[in-house]
């Protein structure tokens, strides 16, 4: 990693720091300086504004969501199998220490203005969009019986994120450990199917 990239870094660091704490209309250029340890003329030279901070900061996020927004139903494939895979990669974003500070970050402006709101949802709808669309092409395969895709998505993420992400996000608290983690994954996994009455998938691994 040269040492351009480095600075980029600590300056974007630095943002997400401020933003978090300040919101986007209390941050400032000179106090993302600051904390970055670089002149405000470095920071300039890589961001022209703090709206320039937010949308790289934004971007971030995107990265992290985006495998999440790609998911396709494979009807070669077990649905206990693929259910565990989305279980995981949901649980090993909402674990992420980054992922959680970004999210303060989009909450914060979220909170602030029902219009940015709007358009914030609207650029990680793919995320969302990509789970459903799991659940409905699973839906449409015969999988979840006369269960709504939606409202099944809905409960199987509220599962996984009710006693960690929110906890994290809002109370501050570590991400658990990997055990925990494993728990929480093996009983959204487990309640789900035994919801759809799953007697032609093979059983949820635990192990």
């Known amino acids: 990693m040269n040492r351009s990239l480095n600075k980029r870094n600590a300056m974007l660091d630095a943002g997400i720091a401020e933003l ?3 919101g986007l209309a209390g941050a400032s250029m000179e106090s993302i300086a600051t904390r970055a340890e670089v002149s405000k003329r470095t920071l300039y030279k890589h961001f022209p504004s703090k709206d320039a901070v937010f949308e790289a900061v934004l971007q971030l996020l995107i990265e992290r969501v985006e495998p999440l927004g790609k998911l396709h139903y494979d009807k070669k494939r077990d649905f206990a199998e693929q259910l565990r895979e989305i279980a995981e990669l949901e649980m090993q974003l909402i674990c992420d220490p980054d992922f959680i500070r970004l999210s303060r970050v989009l909450m914060v402006e979220c909170m602030r203005s029902e219009e940015r709101s709007l358009t914030l949802m609207t650029q990680f709808g793919e995320k969302e969009n990509g789970l459903f669309r799991w659940f409905s ?10 269960v709504d ?3 099944i ?10 006693s960690i ?10 991400a658990p450990n990997k055990a925990t983690q494993k728990r929480v994954i093996d009983e959204a996994c487990l309640t789900l199917m035994s919801r759809l009455d799953h007697s032609g998938s093979s059983r949820v691994k635990t192990s």
Do not use: C, N, T
Not at 153 to 162: E, H, R
């Open 165 to 174: 992400y929110w906890h994290s996000v809002i109370a501050w608290q570590p």
């Open 137 to 146: 092409e699973a839906g449409k395969a015969g999988k979840l019986g006369k």
């Open 149 to 151: 895709p939606r409202a």
């Open 20 to 22: 978090a704490e300040q």
């Open 153 to 162: 998505a809905d409960i199987f993420m509220a599962m996984l994120k009710s």
